[in-house]
C-alpha cells in the first residue's frame, strides 16, 4: 500500500455514533496530520500529533499514533451530520513533502 | 482569522495554452506548497518552496511547470502547456512550520 493509506474506504454511521478511521503508513515520519475535506472544497486542518506523541485530543476528535505499527487513528466521538465530509491523514518525513492518503469518506446520517 | 486565498476559483482552458493560478499564503507563513487532486483521488503533492526556491518537489512537477513568488505577497503556479490530464483541482498551502492552511482552491478545466 502507499504512504498514507486510509481505512474504511467509506463509512456510514447514525448521527450520535462514534466514528473511526485508520490510517497507515510505510517510512518513519516527523508527525501526522489529519485533513477534513466537503465535497469539492478545500482541506481543513484537524489536528497534527507529532511522532513522539501517542495520543491527543481537539474536542470531539481523538488522534492517537502507534508508530512501532505505523498506524494511527481518527476517532470523532457523538457524530453529526455534519462531520460528513472526506476525511485524510498526511504524513511529513522530513523537508518539505506532505503525502496524503486516498481518504475515508465519512457519511453521518441524521 | 488569517486564510490563504486562491484565484480565479475555476479556469477552463484550451489545451496547449499556459495557465496562472494564483495564491496569497497567510502573510507571516515562510512556506509555500502546491498539489493537485484530480476529482475523485487522493491530494497529490506538486512542489514545495522556501526562501524563494523550490525545496522539494515530486515527479508530477516535470518541466511544464513552475512556480513563483513574484512579490511579498503572491505565490503562482504557471503550466506552460496545458494537456487533458492537467484538469485538477489545485491547491496553495502555507505554513509557518508544521500545520499547512490551504486555500479553497482552483479547479483547473483544460479542454
Known amino acids: 500500500s502507499q504512504q498514507g493509506e486510509e481505512d474504511p474506504q467509506a463509512l456510514s454511521i447514525q448521527e450520535g455514533e462514534n466514528a473511526t478511521m485508520n490510517c497507515s503508513y510505510k517510512?518513519?515520519?516527523?508527525?501526522l496530520q489529519w485533513y477534513r475535506q466537503n465535497s469539492g472544497r478545500g482541506l481543513v486542518h484537524l489536528i497534527l500529533?507529532?511522532?513522539?506523541?501517542r495520543e491527543k485530543h481537539s474536542g470531539r476528535l481523538r488522534v492517537t499514533l502507534d508508530t512501532s505499527k505505523k498506524s494511527s487513528s481518527l476517532l470523532i466521538t457523538a457524530s453529526r451530520a455534519a462531520d460528513t465530509a472526506s476525511y485524510f491523514c498526511?504524513?511529513?518525513?522530513?523537508?518539505?513533502?506532505?503525502?496524503f492518503g486516498a481518504g475515508t469518506r465519512l457519511f453521518v446520517k441524521a | 482569522e488569517p486564510e490563504v486565498t486562491q484565484t480565479p476559483s475555476h479556469q477552463v482552458t484550451q489545451m496547449g495554452q499556459e495557465v496562472i493560478l494564483r495564491c496569497v499564503p497567510i502573510?507571516?507563513?515562510?512556506?509555500f506548497y502546491w498539489y493537485r487532486q484530480i476529482l475523485g483521488q487522493k491530494v497529490e503533492f506538486l512542489v514545495s518552496?522556501?526562501?524563494?526556491?523550490?525545496?522539494?518537489k515530486s515527479e508530477i512537477f516535470d518541466d511544464q511547470f513552475s512556480v513563483e513568488r513574484p512579490d511579498g505577497s503572491n505565490f503562482t503556479l504557471k503550466i506552460r502547456s496545458t494537456k487533458l490530464e492537467d484538469s485538477a483541482m489545485y491547491f496553495c498551502?502555507?505554513?509557518?512550520?508544521?500545520?499547512?492552511?490551504f486555500g479553497p482552491g482552483t479547479r483547473l478545466t483544460v479542454t
Open positions: 517510512t518513519s515520519i516527523n508527525n
Open positions: 498551502a502555507s505554513s509557518d512550520i508544521y500545520e499547512q492552511y
Open positions: 500529533i507529532r511522532s513522539n506523541e
Open positions: 498526511a504524513t511529513d518525513a522530513g523537508g518539505f513533502k506532505t503525502i
Open positions: 502573510s507571516n507563513h515562510l512556506y
Open positions: 518552496f522556501y526562501n524563494n526556491e523550490i525545496s522539494e
